[in-house]
């Protein structure tokens, strides 16, 4: 399931807000770092000491007792080797190197080793000149033109999902199991003769059983389907001899 | 970059927020619906009617103020063929099949013609059995079994990012024509109803309800079918109906 794999990555990947507002979404970054398997927060400068107590870390208050404070972000990133901005939206004239998200993953994955920090900006001003100029290189959340500034907390949660994002969970949706020819004339039968007895056919003839035998088909029930609707079917059947 | 198809695919996909409480969660959930490009929000029984003024629907106030309410979860996705429940983590034990997030995808992406809606419970409980009844599948999230529970607004940014993540990689596997909700509900009620007189379902309570509805929504029935069954079962019913 690359969980393993998932977590000794995550251990070395430091989640940076700098300069946060709202108490709430140091809570919100915090539960999803928990929710993706992530440990390591680190806080330059937030502006609300009550950070510790905010109510919206469900799940993640031990997470958030541990979190530790700078006053710069030299200091915060001093011990990893690789720093990186983030941005949402697409517009931005940055100097920097700009990989959008979904291609950021390995890259960051192949730099792991050496302890990396993602940093995360203010939700009015997002990262400063100052702060990206600790940054090797931003990576960009791909938002829509028309409102491209992304919630704090949710640009947090996406891009660790992205990190956590299982590789090679990707693809093939199991092909469904179908009924037998045998599970599906037995079907056909019971239909056809609830059908005359019911009076929806008038007549029982050749072209009747044909047409309900193809649109039973057509039905591409599984093997379960096709006996739980046969054994509907029959009850009915039964009801309606046992009254007439 | 893929945007048109993106936005193309977006149309038609509704974001159903099933009982939400906090208000913040449905201006966060819009927020991140403007973020990915989607636009069509509804909403299942809000708990506020003040939803509408939350602060945190920055840059998705048009949103917002267009989104529709309707008093069930059945006339919120009348119109869509497909329904897709969501929830977080592993453990859960569902009837469903359960589809993880990156696999969800391009599954999504070969039904959307038909529309789909995407829902997300409440905040406490997320969806209820009586919800999920309404869904076809379910998309997981993959989270740490440690804290598997996300954020409602982080899950809603979470599914629409992995959603527009990857326009390009469309797949496109001819898709056929889904039952819309509507046309399945029918058939739901008048089998029941047949069912009930048949003594195949020996009393009437919620349980049953759902279990046929699942039932009917897994034989994955084109609008035809389900329509010439309904007329089948609708005869059947009349002929029991006729002769007790």
């Not at 989640?15 to 927060?41: D, E």
């Not at 960051?108 to 001003?125: D, Q, T, W, Y």
């Not at 509907?232 to 009801?239: C, D, I, T």
Request: with cysteine; aromatic share 4%.
């Amino acid at each position: 399931m690359g969980r393993t794999q998932s977590l000794t990555f995550s251990g070395r990947l430091a989640v940076v807000l700098v300069s946060t507002r709202n108490p709430l979404n140091i809570g919100a970054a915090a539960r999803a770092m928990s929710n993706f398997g992530f440990s390591q927060l680190r806080l330059v400068d937030p502006y609300s000491p009550a950070f510790r107590e905010a109510k919206s870390a469900v799940g993640a208050s031990d997470l958030l007792a541990e979190a530790r404070e700078y006053p710069s972000v030299a200091e915060a990133v001093a011990d990893c080797a690789v720093v990186i901005g983030t941005t949402a939206g697409r517009n931005r004239q940055l100097r920097h190197e700009m990989v959008l998200l979904p291609n950021a993953v390995p890259r960051i994955r192949s730099e792991i080793a050496s302890g990396v920090a993602l940093l995360f900006g203010s939700e009015k001003r997002g990262l400063s000149n100052e702060d990206l100029s600790h940054c090797d290189w931003v990576l960009q959340i791909p938002t829509a033109a028309k409102n491209p500034s992304m919630n704090l907390g949710q640009a947090v949660a996406v891009c660790l999902y992205e990190m956590a994002r299982d590789a090679k969970a990707s693809g093939k949706i199991a092909a469904r199991a179908r009924a037998s020819s045998a599970d599906l004339n037995r079907l056909t039968a019971t239909l056809l003769e609830a059908l005359e007895n019911s009076e929806y056919l008038t007549t029982s003839n050749t072209r009747s059983e044909e047409r309900i035998r193809l649109f039973v088909r057509g039905l591409g029930l599984s093997p379960k389907d096709s006996q739980t609707l046969t054994g509907m079917v029959r009850h009915m059947l039964w009801k309606m001899r046992q009254s007439s």
